[in-house]
């Protein structure tokens, strides 16, 4: 949404867009005096959700794409955007899904029984108590409040990816998951929708799991963004509305974020390239931390998420937290030179 109105196409093609969004109140209900404290300032934060959702595909698309089966509503991929009040700077923190958390008391979804707080993976709060779930309980383990709420799901991603005419991914090494369906050899690769999908999804192509996927959705994101910039997108109502159509088709998102939130915000952010952006994830203590009932987590390093945590809500740029300064947005693998 961003990019169609920073394109100049203008209110009727925003507004009509907007008309595809399906919207969900993930603050209803949320207590103010329960939450990280409103500033008052310009920069906002956003949750974005990767569900798992199956929606729109027949049982032969599931199994052409690896999807599975029953979807259990739950959150794939976990991500903060902070968009500082200058608009001059993005930066992008990725949650581990496996995150060990402490749910706060909740109505469970699937039953409507009542549950006390407990611990469990962060992306069971989706499953368990819906968005309001998961905003409360990010804010609780970040100390930031979330001021708006976008949940994306399998077939928009897909969509979009085929409307941009494919995002260019470079690797060094084969890609293998026989879980996802990926199989990509070493080079440079223009991905379809579907095996984009494959490439943010794949969890097994190597001992990293879900920490190794993590780093794929950013490159991948920011790889998406360059495209969306590159390939004239923006500069073609026709194709710019087709794209707009294709991601919102199955997109929700929180009441406040109307057609007129995005135009402020994205004339404000007319000047914003894809190499303002910056991608970094949580700094981890523990890989595998097993809890009895839950399995195998991954724990925060709490000092230095902290400090993550401390600079997005002074709307500083992202410290360096592990002996390297958070990646830019490059548009491709950093093994480019590798490629052939």
């Known amino acids: 949404m961003l990019v169609l109105t920073a394109s100049g196409v203008g209110h009727a093609m925003v507004s009509s867009a907007e008309r595809e969004l399906t919207r969900v109140d993930p603050f209803r209900g949320l207590p103010d005096n329960d939450?990280?404290?409103d500033d008052g300032g310009e920069d906002l934060n956003i949750l974005l959700i990767g569900t798992d959702s199956r929606d729109g595909f027949s049982e032969a698309e599931r199994d052409k794409y690896h999807l599975g089966g029953v979807s259990c509503y739950c959150a794939d991929t976990i991500m903060l955007v902070h968009l500082s009040a200058d608009r001059e700077r993005a930066s992008v923190v990725s949650l581990p899904r496996d995150s060990y958390a402490e749910l706060p008391a909740h109505e469970f979804a699937p039953?409507?029984?009542?549950?006390?707080?407990?611990?469990?993976?962060?992306?069971?709060a989706l499953s368990h108590g819906g968005p309001s779930l998961m905003v409360r309980t990010v804010e609780r383990m970040t100390e930031l409040r979330v001021d708006h709420y976008l949940e994306v799901d399998f077939a928009s991603f897909m969509n979009a990816v085929d409307e941009i005419g494919g995002v260019e991914v470079c690797t060094n090494r084969r890609l293998e998951d026989d879980y996802s369906g990926l199989d990509l050899p070493a080079g440079s690769h223009t991905l379809d929708g579907?095996?984009?999908?494959?490439?943010?999804r794949a969890r097994h192509v190597d001992g990293s799991s879900d920490l190794g996927r993590m780093e794929r959705q950013q490159r991948f994101l920011a790889a998406f963004l360059d495209r969306a910039v590159s390939s004239g997108v923006l500069l073609n109502p026709a194709r710019l509305s087709g794209?707009?159509?294709a991601l919102l088709g199955s997109v929700r998102a929180d009441p406040g974020f109307g057609a007129e939130e995005m135009l402020d915000l994205a004339g404000a952010m007319r000047e914003f390239k894809p190499s303002d952006a910056r991608f970094a994830s949580v700094p981890l203590s523990d890989h595998n931390r097993t809890v009895p009932g839950i399995g195998s987590?991954?724990?925060?390093?709490?000092?230095?998420?902290?400090?993550?945590?401390?600079?997005?809500?002074?709307?500083?740029?992202?410290?360096?937290?592990?002996?390297d300064p958070p990646r830019r947005s490059s548009g491709a693998d950093e093994d480019r030179e590798d490629c052939s």
Do not use: I, S
């Not at 039953?111 to 069971?124: I, S, V, Y």
């Not at 095996?195 to 943010?200: D, G, H, S």
């Open 35 to 37: 939450r990280p404290a």
């Open 111 to 124: 039953t409507g029984g009542r549950h006390q707080a407990h611990a469990d993976k962060l992306n069971a």
């Open 194 to 200: 579907a095996t984009a999908l494959a490439y943010v």
């Open 243 to 245: 794209t707009a159509q």
């Open 297 to 323: 987590t991954v724990a925060w390093d709490q000092d230095k998420a902290g400090n993550l945590f401390a600079a997005l809500r002074e709307d500083r740029p992202l410290p360096d937290t592990d002996g």
